[in-house]
């Protein structure tokens, strides 16, 4: 069955970096499109940003565009999510995601907290 398994969040400062790995079973990896969500308290789930299988090809939301940089490596089936200059208002849970049509599949999130 598909697992996901987040894992890398925690406590830093405003300004500081963590990295957010996702380990991914269950389904051919490399041929998914993979994503990243997030979910701040009292507010809707939102993407964060996605690669693509061919090519590699990513796309972020305008909030972390130029701080946020996703990767995959499809050899280990994980996919990362590199968070630089990190700001109060990233404050949330992450949560690893992929649309196998019919089913998406979640991971169970992991908590970053940014506070100074």
């Known amino acids: 069955q598909v697992q996901l398994v987040e894992s890398g969040g925690g406590l830093v400062q405003p300004g500081g970096s963590l990295r957010l790995t996702c380990a991914a079973s269950?389904?051919?990896?490399?041929?998914?499109?993979m994503k990243w969500y997030r979910q701040a308290p009292g507010k809707e789930r939102e993407l964060v940003a996605a690669?693509?299988?061919?090519?590699?090809?990513?796309n972020y939301a305008s909030s972390v565009k130029g701080r946020f940089t996703i990767s995959r490596d499809n050899v280990k089936n994980q996919v990362y999510l590199q968070m630089n200059s990190l700001k109060l208002e990233d404050t949330a849970v992450y949560y690893c995601?992929?649309?196998?049509?019919?089913?998406?599949?979640w991971g169970q999130g992991t908590q970053v907290t940014v506070s100074s």
């Open positions: 690669i693509f299988p061919a090519g590699g090809s990513t």
């Open positions: 995601n992929v649309l196998r049509t019919p089913f998406e599949y």
């Open positions: 269950g389904f051919t990896f490399w041929s998914y499109t």
